[in-house]
Nanobody
Framework: QVQLVESGGGLVQAGGSLRLSCAAS????????MGWFRQAPGKQREFVAAITWSLGSTYYADSMKGRFTISRDNAKNTVYLQIDSLKPEDTAVYYC???????????????????WGKGTLVTVSS
């Protein structure tokens, strides 16, 4: 079992930055790949980025390249999502999720995750 708790969301002005955190716990979380997803009001959930615990390999949705940076701190069992140059359209609930490390980027980006956090709300004002 893997438990995921997101934090770091809030209200920010357009152009600002935020760093979201996802604290992971559980017996075998290190064997999972971690991903960030978001769901804006009235829209479907979309993939943002993913990272492996072991090598720190990363993968981004094409639309997220440039302003989003995923990273992890193995010592703290925490995955981060840095968002720069925030735009009002970045307003969404951001979710952290875990998938087996054997999952492909295709599977992960498609949302085939085994565990999900409850999300943290990011609101960007114009």
């Amino acid at each position: 079992q893997v438990q995921l708790v997101e934090s770091g969301g809030g209200l920010v002005q357009a152009g600002g930055s935020l760093r979201l955190s996802c604290a992971a716990s559980g017996r075998t979380f290190s064997t999972y790949a971690m991903g960030w997803f978001r769901q804006a009001p009235g829209k479907q959930r979309e993939f943002v980025a993913a990272i492996t615990w072991s090598l720190g390999s990363t993968y981004y949705a094409d639309s997220m390249k440039g302003r989003f940076t995923i990273s992890r701190d193995n010592a703290k069992n925490t995955v981060y999502l840095q968002i720069d140059s925030l735009k009002p359209e970045d307003t969404a609930v951001y979710y952290c999720a875990a998938a087996p490390a054997s999952s492909s980027w295709y599977e992960i980006s498609g949302g085939a995750m085994h565990y999900w956090g409850k999300g943290t709300l990011v609101t960007v004002s114009s």
